[in-house]
């Protein structure tokens, strides 16, 4: 029997991308229609967003572990949560955690080295760019990388809370992500990271200047690895 995974959301666009990746691609490893059994718990949004602003990733962590707590009697196996930017209350919950965790950053980082990016450019909101939760796992992993900068990182936040996790997508605000990633490509990345789990409904492999590494679908097909193979 395949393992039961548990996804602990925090916006509703990014975890619906995962869940829906995971439902849809179960059907390559398993067979038609078939998928592992899933269970989604996520607290409200703006519940997460009394602490991240504040820099309070005790608080995040607190929201984290009910989530956790909850899947875990629902009878999950082991965890993953479909959004980077809480990932810098991690290592807060890992360790007392009830069931263990996929890391969102460390699939990524291995997509990276098994193709053999250099350098990496880092999109997100900006709090998650302007945290060490990807440049930890790309230096272990030997992985060079870039952020925008600060009005860049301001302006890319400003279009993901008040658009993509609304699920409003603006043609405007498409080309401005094209602009940012052709200028990460000047800096001589060779590929980027959708870091934040709406940017891949805005962000395409066919629209973006440089080959993507979508967090979302990564952190999904890893967990469809991990419950097949047990």
Same mark, same amino acid.
């Given at each position: ?31 038609? *229609?078939?998928?592992?059994?899933? @269970?989604? *718990? ?12 504040? %820099? ?35 290592? $807060?919950?890992? *360790? ?18 098994? @193709?053999?990016?250099?350098? $990496? ?16 796992? $790309?230096? #272990?992993? %030997?992985?060079? *990388?870039? #952020?925008?900068?600060? %009005? ?33 490509? @000047?800096? %001589? ?20 200047? $440089? ?20």
């Amino acid at each position: 029997m395949p393992q039961h995974i548990g996804i602990v959301a925090c916006s509703a666009e990014g975890a619906a991308l995962c869940y829906r990746t995971i439902c849809l691609e179960g059907a390559e490893l398993m067979g038609t *229609h078939n998928h592992p059994e899933v @269970s989604l *718990h996520t607290h409200s949004l703006a519940a997460y967003m009394r602490f991240i602003p504040k %820099g309070d990733w005790a608080g995040v962590a607190q929201l984290m572990m009910s989530s956790a707590e909850k899947l875990a009697r629902a009878g999950a196996d082991f965890l993953i949560c479909p959004d980077n930017t809480i990932h810098q209350a991690f290592d $807060l919950v890992a *360790h007392r955690s009830p069931r263990p965790w996929l890391h969102i950053a460390q699939e990524v980082a291995c997509e990276a080295k098994r @193709s053999h990016f250099k350098r $990496l450019g880092i999109l997100g909101t900006r709090f998650l760019m302007e945290s060490a939760v990807y440049s930890e796992k $790309l230096e #272990t992993a %030997g992985i060079d *990388h870039r #952020t925008p900068g600060a %009005g860049q990182r301001e302006r890319i936040n400003q279009i993901i809370f008040d658009e993509l996790v609304n699920a409003v997508f603006l043609p405007d605000s498409r080309a401005y992500f094209s602009d940012v990633i052709r200028g990460l490509k @000047s800096e %001589g990345c060779d590929a980027v990271v959708l870091g934040c789990t709406e940017i891949p409904l805005i962000v395409t492999a066919e629209s973006s200047p $440089l080959p993507t590494l979508d967090s979302t679908r990564l952190l999904a097909r890893a967990a469809l690895r991990k419950a097949v193979n047990r």
